[in-house]
């Protein structure tokens, strides 16, 4: 079974040199690594708006699944990790707006399997949410 690598050009990079990759495609699978709200210069996009790096993250898979022959809707697995300190209400307004966005891009009535897990923190202070996801498309026979 063939593996290709997905690095779309002008897409979002480390701020290091690393041997990771945005994705890859393996037969019918295509596996989008963790996308943080990243412009092609990789600056962080909507410090401190939730909904503003939600739109940028899925924006990013977006970009990465194309790039792969899918689209959103080929979706079937959806890790989503956010940071936020705050509790109660406060956590789930957080929570909620974040959603609503990641509802925009995937309308479907069957969405795909999905996980969301609250975190302490990321690699950047000032990222609220990396993103991952798992799509299937149709065999290309």
Same mark, same amino acid.
């Given at each position: @079974?063939?593996? !290709?690598? !997905?690095?779309?050009?002008?897409?979002?990079?480390?701020?290091?040199? +690393?041997? $990771?990759?945005?994705?890859?495609?393996?037969?019918?699978?295509?596996?989008?690594? =963790?996308?943080? /709200?990243?412009?092609? #210069?990789?600056?962080? &996009?909507? +410090?401190?708006?939730?909904?503003?790096?939600?739109?940028?993250?899925?924006?990013?898979?977006?970009?990465?699944?194309? #790039?792969?022959?899918?689209?959103?809707?080929?979706? &079937?697995?959806?890790?989503? $990790?956010?940071?936020?300190? =705050?509790?109660?209400?406060?956590?789930? #307004?957080?929570?909620?707006?974040?959603?609503?966005?990641? @509802?925009?891009?995937?309308?479907?009535?069957?969405?795909?399997? =999905?996980?969301?897990?609250?975190?302490?923190?990321?690699?950047?202070?000032? &990222?609220?949410?990396? &993103?991952?996801?798992?799509?299937? +498309? /149709?065999?290309?026979?």
């Amino acid at each position: @079974m063939d593996k !290709i690598r !997905i690095m779309p050009k002008g897409h979002w990079d480390w701020s290091i040199p +690393v041997s $990771f990759s945005q994705g890859w495609k393996v037969g019918n699978l295509i596996f989008v690594g =963790g996308q943080v /709200p990243r412009d092609e #210069e990789g600056n962080t &996009v909507g +410090v401190g708006d939730i909904e503003a790096q939600t739109h940028n993250v899925f924006e990013n898979i977006r970009i990465v699944l194309n #790039e792969a022959g899918a689209d959103m809707k080929d979706i &079937v697995k959806l890790n989503t $990790f956010y940071r936020f300190d =705050g509790k109660g209400e406060e956590a789930l #307004e957080f929570w909620e707006k974040m959603t609503k966005v990641r @509802m925009e891009y995937l309308p479907e009535q069957d969405g795909p399997a =999905g996980t969301a897990v609250r975190v302490s923190g990321f690699a950047r202070d000032d &990222v609220l949410l990396e &993103v991952e996801a798992i799509a299937v +498309v /149709p065999d290309e026979n």
